[in-house]
């Protein structure tokens, strides 16, 4: 769908084409076409602000990241490793004493310094201090830049209902696993049930990935059926107990397709 040709798209493809910016999936010159049109089309600006509020609430759903509570206590066990190392050279740092002859014929005075700097015990033990802190610090990054890209989505499908309203996200992330976040509340009569779908292929028909009473993030179950883009979800309502035919039975909540997350 090009941003360029938003002044004959319908409402519905309008509002999509504004999720797809605020899930920052559109690259290129379509971004750029898209910005530009930004400036000059209230309706497209209001489009994005509904988008962002609907996103807030996923953003309210991320816990912040801390260091690993054993953090402090791996860094003083290093410092005290790298002080027993240094401790015995300190008997042996002591310089020769030069005659009187010897110390006219000494070198200038930096050179001096700098022999003294590179003789200097604390100047290596200062520097090993520095580097095993380095080295401490920077696995508890990288540790922090893995957690975060576990955490990050590679597919989203933004799930919408007929009137182009965003009810739900479903995530899918690199380590295989599929959850399912509401961006509002569903009426859920009593003695009915939300049930999700996923449909990759007409000809294998819907299947169901998950069965919930109310509206809630809920992890999908995907572990034997493909995932790819352009792959369909929806959420329809049934029975408490789950679609009595395997197939979809009741009126259609929300539906959506995956898209690549950048």
Do not use: C
């Not at 509020?53 to 996923?58: D, G, L, N």
């Amino acid at each position: 769908m090009s941003p360029s040709s938003t002044s004959v798209l319908g409402p519905e493809e309008r509002i999509a084409l504004a999720g797809e910016y605020v899930l920052g999936l559109l690259e290129g010159a379509d971004l750029t076409a898209f910005d530009q049109r930004l400036e000059t089309d209230p309706d497209l600006a209001a489009a994005v602000e509904r988008w962002r509020v609907h996103f807030a609430a996923i953003d309210a759903t991320a816990k912040p990241i801390g260091p690993p509570a054993e953090l402090w206590s791996r860094i003083e066990i290093e410092l005290a490793k790298v002080a027993q190392q240094a401790a015995p050279a300190s008997s042996s740092s002591a310089a020769p004493v030069s005659s009187p002859i010897q110390a006219s014929r000494s070198t200038p005075a930096t050179a001096s310094h700098l022999s003294d700097w590179w003789n200097s015990l604390f100047v290596w033990r200062s520097a090993a201090l520095a580097g095993a802190l380095a080295t401490i610090v920077l696995a508890a990054g990288l540790l922090g830049a893995l957690d975060r890209a576990r955490r990050q989505p590679v597919m989203v499908a933004v799930l919408l209902t007929e009137a182009s309203v965003a009810a739900a996200v479903v995530n899918t992330f690199a380590d295989g696993r599929v959850e399912m976040v509401p961006l509002q509340a569903i009426h859920v009569p009593e003695g009915k049930a939300l049930e999700i779908w996923t449909l990759w292929d007409r000809a294998v028909g819907p299947r169901s990935v998950g069965l919930i009473e109310r509206a809630r993030s809920t992890h999908l179950r995907l572990d034997q059926l493909p995932l790819g883009k352009d792959q369909l979800f929806e959420i329809t309502l049934e029975p408490a107990t789950g679609s009595p035919t395997g197939r979809p039975t009741g009126p259609v909540i929300a539906k959506g397709t995956t898209a690549q997350a950048l």
